[in-house]
């Protein structure tokens, strides 16, 4: 296999292979060409058209192989590397309206290059060793990473030992002297079919008695075992019908799936955890560190929207009105809050043990945290400035092809200048955004991926020092100490 160079070359790369996915009770063929996956694959191969033009934005150098990669494939070596990582995202959010999939991988491994460091250090292991090797060839051929954490988690009140049926978390059901075999599904992983490789990584904190469960390693996405079931989202079988006059974004949608584990194979020098349940917590932290800043891509999937919004406004006839004009700003300041939030967590990084670089924690999560609101806020806008059309729009079919074509176009134009096709589309694209297909993007992804809204509230109240901050009120005011 040759280096991936671009857009061409990538999907050449994902071309002609032997995956198991399922849509809808059926085997897909060729992902490339199913219509409801096509927009997915081409959202990630704008990260490789990205870097083809601007590389300056979205390759770095690699220091194992000397040579330019994607960005996705870096690791942080300082802050302005993260800080490049949230430009790079707000851009490809801009540019695809939705997921474009990439994070994830470049997040795990992120952490995985400080977590791995830090397991050798304790327990004497050579798992960092194992993962720069991994590292080193993904950067070689510049190949997608995704990563794969989120189990299906049965009773979440039990830890993974304790559930009835022991395969509701990925753990290992055998080993030999060449390595373990996995057993287990990951549910909702994000752009899977579309990697070359998957990282497995446990999903919470471990126990001593979920030591099977305690499994990172590194996966082949094609290799024996594997089955992926395809996300069913609302009006996915829009991009089905003939036209595709409904769908909104006329390129680009995300990408869920589930993944089935059957005994999986994973060699030893692809694992970079066996077993050290101790670590799994710190593993989880860092990257949700990571990818909670990563979701300033919603603030360039915001920039869509706002745009959509203000110019359905304008062909309303109705931007200058001092209110709709206030609501513009309301959209943008809630979206610059995400923007804001996540490059400050960035450019407040640190080095960690292993010589990388992680962004700050608590402002990571205060940056999820906002996502996890403000994209529904920007949404509820949106679907103000749009009117009510947005939710009662005869199909394309009819607009376009039907007997009631020529009256449809007249009694849906909007102000004089602008023809009702123009208008017909803007709306699809703020329907699709708020409650089409990529509302998954814009919407439930801000709202669960990388954690639901409660998991930032606990590292929000663990990382913040309370009696620091007493200590200020107490001293202003005169409160004598106490003993
Ligand atoms: Fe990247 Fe955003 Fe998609 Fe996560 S939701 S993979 S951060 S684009
Ligand atoms: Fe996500």
Known sequence: MDKISNK??????ISNRDLKIYLMGELVKDPLTHPIIKPSIEAMAETYDLAVKEPELATAKSPYTGEYINRFLHIAENNEDLFLQNKMQRKLGQLTGTCFQRCVGMDAFNALHSVTFEIDEKYKTNYHDNFIKFLTEMHKYNLVIGGAMTDVKGDRSKLPHEQEDEDLYLRIVDRNEKG???????????????????VVMPTLRLSENDKDYAIVGAIPVDAEGITYIYGRQSCDTRSMEPGEYDVGNKYFAGQEAMVIFDNVFIPNEYIFMNGEYDYAAMLVERFT???????????????????????????????NASHIKDKIVEMNKLNETIYATGIASSLQGSETKSGNYMNDDLLANV???????????????????????????????????????EDLKKYLKGKDDINAEDRVKILRLIENMTLGRNAVAYLTESMHG?????????????KVDIEQKK???????GVKERD
């Not at 990571?290 to 359905?312: N, P, Q």
């Not at 200590?471 to 005011?477: I, R, T, V, Y």
Request: with cysteine.
């Open 450 to 462: 990388a954690g639901s809204p409660q998991a930032q509230r606990v590292q929000i109240s663990r």
């Open 8 to 13: 061409e070359t990538y999907l050449e790369s």
């Open 180 to 198: 373990v075999y996995v057993k287990g599904a990951k549910a909702h992983q994000t752009g899977c079919i579309n990697s070359h490789w998957m």
């Open 367 to 405: 940056c999820k945290q906002h996502v996890t609101k403000e994209t529904y806020e920007i949404g509820r806008l949106a679907q103000d400035l749009a009117g009510g059309l947005v939710g009662s729009m005869p199909s394309g079919v009819d607009f376009n092809e039907g007997e009631m074509s």
């Open 289 to 319: 560190t990571y990818h909670r800043r990563s979701y300033v891509c919603k603030a360039g999937v915001g920039d869509v929207l706002i745009g959509a919004a203000a110019t359905i406004a304008e062909y309303n006839g109705v931007e």
């Open 471 to 477: 200590d200020f009120a107490k001293k202003l005011s």
